[in-house]
């Protein structure tokens, strides 16, 4: 039978409103859903619809799966591995979560928020706030994403040291199956051992599993106090004792340790002209780091102030400034933030975001640096990231002479090079960002064969048809 996609619109505008059916067909722009963030990926979908509530999501992943259509989820489209990237389109709608935006509610004696999975992740935020929690998911893209795509990504950002991932900071989903059914495991619960705990299942699958309409999430007390710290040093291996020793004198207050290599700063320097020196000298590394808790600043200043003495006295760091108040915090959070936008700008960066044990993160880079000297000369490492989880993005941008649209074509090239030394020592080769089109083919390489075989047949399981966000994760 020949598919109607004109019959399909108007059935998806009888379910829920012609208003939120966006469509070529009907003369709408719908670039701004068909290509990603970094524009690595355009692709072509027959309409975006736009849901309002679960029973509106279940209508059309009902109507999609009797009419064989297949639905990339999307939230705020801030994805860095194209998972919410439709392909050429014919046969593929995008359903967008932004309309289920509603914070259903907040429960301060469980500490805990149930919110529709179109909240903005700095809605949530604000909303914790207001009553005087903290929800500590935090990353560069919080203005846009959309929890329930954090959710789907299993986000990391810049606080998992002392909060762990996404994943941590989830008790409860609501999801549409790709049958239309509704899973409801939307429990406040931080103990529940009954059974396969399956909302597991559905953080970081990518969409490809189902829909998350609604969680519940953990909330954490609001600090009172902040304090951050810039450190420069010679070597990987000094910003690795550093935060051994940091962590061991502040515990629980020690929120961030982030690594900036100097041509992340360099890059940010010259995308962002304004952004203030911050140390007198020029190091190779550098280290952001926070403190918080629910004392006062003056103490919280002084025990950060006593660590970094020590570790100064011993070795662990070079130079450092503890910011002096909350705008100089910011600003040295700003220039962190920036370097994803400098790149951007720079133009035609190969990403890779990778993990190991904290431990093995200094030969690796030094492996790794070595390596590119002599495959790829000129090549610029743009290396950064949350040093604290063990997790760096080891960007590769163009050398000066080469141009960036030619540089792109030696992705698969440059990848491998990497990943077979993240391989060799067991490591990851997507920390926090996913895998969705970008590192499907890697993820066949890299996985075992156990492992595929396993999230093929949990795929099979669930979604029989192949139709929640084909292409991605999975080959
Ligand atoms: P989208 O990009 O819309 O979708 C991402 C994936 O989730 C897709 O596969 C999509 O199909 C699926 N999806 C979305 N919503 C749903 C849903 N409701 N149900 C089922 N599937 C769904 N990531 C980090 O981990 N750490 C960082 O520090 C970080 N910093 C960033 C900084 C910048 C400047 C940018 C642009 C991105 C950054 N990211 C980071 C990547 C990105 O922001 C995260 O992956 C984020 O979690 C994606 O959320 P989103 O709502 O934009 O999802
Ligand atoms: C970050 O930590 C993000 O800034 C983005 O995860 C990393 O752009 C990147 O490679
Ligand atoms: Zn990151």
Request: net charge negative; with cysteine; glycine share 10%.
């Amino acid at each position: 039978m020949t598919f109607d996609s004109k019959a399909w619109l108007a059935e998806a505008g009888a379910l829920i409103g012609d208003a939120h059916v966006l469509a070529e067909e009907h003369g709408d722009d719908l670039t701004s859903y068909t290509q990603d963030w970094g524009g690595k990926f355009q692709g072509r979908a027959l309409a975006v619809v736009r849901p309002g509530n679960t029973t509106e999501v279940q209508a059309i992943v009902k109507l999609a799966a009797r009419t064989k259509v297949a639905l990339v989820p999307q939230g705020g489209n801030t994805g860095l591995c194209g998972g919410s990237t439709p392909d050429d389109g014919s046969r593929q709608v995008v359903l967008q979560l932004g309309r289920l935006n509603r914070v259903r509610e907040i429960d301060t004696e469980n500490n805990t928020a149930t919110v529709e999975a179109g909240c903005i992740l700095q809605a949530v935020q604000e909303q914790a706030a207001s009553v005087d929690r903290l929800f500590p998911l935090s990353l560069g893209a919080e203005g846009s994403c959309q929890i329930g795509g954090n959710i789907a990504t299993n986000a990391g950002g810049v606080q998992v040291l002392r909060y762990g991932n996404t994943r941590d900071l989830v008790l409860g989903l609501e999801v549409v199956l790709p049958n239309g059914e509704l899973l409801d495991v939307l429990r406040g619960l931080r103990k529940d051992n009954t059974g396969y705990d399956l909302k597991q299942l559905f953080i970081g699958s990518e969409g490809t599993l189902g829909i998350i309409t609604a969680a519940t999430v953990k909330l954490y007390p609001a600090p009172r106090s902040k304090v951050v710290a810039f450190a420069g040093m010679k070597s990987i291996a000094q910003a690795v004792c550093l935060l051994a020793a940091m962590r061991h004198q502040l515990g629980e207050r020690f929120t961030a340790f982030e690594l900036l290599s100097a041509p992340a700063v360099d890059l940010v320097h010259c995308y962002f002209p304004d952004t203030p020196a911050l140390l007198e000298a020029n190091w190779p590394w550098y280290v952001l780091m926070e403190a918080a808790d629910g004392g006062s600043d003056e103490a919280l200043r002084e025990a950060m102030q006593d660590a970094l003495m020590s570790c100064l006295e011993n070795g662990a760091l070079e130079d450092v400034l503890l910011a002096s108040n909350l705008a100089q915090g910011n600003a040295l959070w700003m220039l962190r933030e920036n370097i994803t936008h400098a790149q951007k700008m720079d133009g035609g960066n190969i990403k890779h975001d990778i993990s190991l044990p904290i431990s093995a993160i200094p030969a690796f880079v030094d492996n790794a640096l070595l390596m590119l000297d002599n495959a790829f000369p000129g090549a610029r490492p743009i290396v950064y990231g949350h040093l604290g989880d063990g997790n760096l993005h080891f960007n590769i941008a163009a050398a000066a002479d080469v141009d960036p649209g030619h540089w792109q074509l030696r992705t698969g090239e440059v990848n491998k090079a990497i990943y077979d030394i993240v391989s060799a020592r067991r490591g990851s080769i997507s920390a926090e960002h996913g895998i969705g089109q970008l590192k499907r083919h890697e993820l066949a390489h890299y996985k075992t064969a156990m492992e595929l075989d396993i999230m093929h047949r949990i795929k099979a399981a669930l979604d029989p048809q192949g139709l929640m966000n084909p292409g991605k994760v999975l080959q």
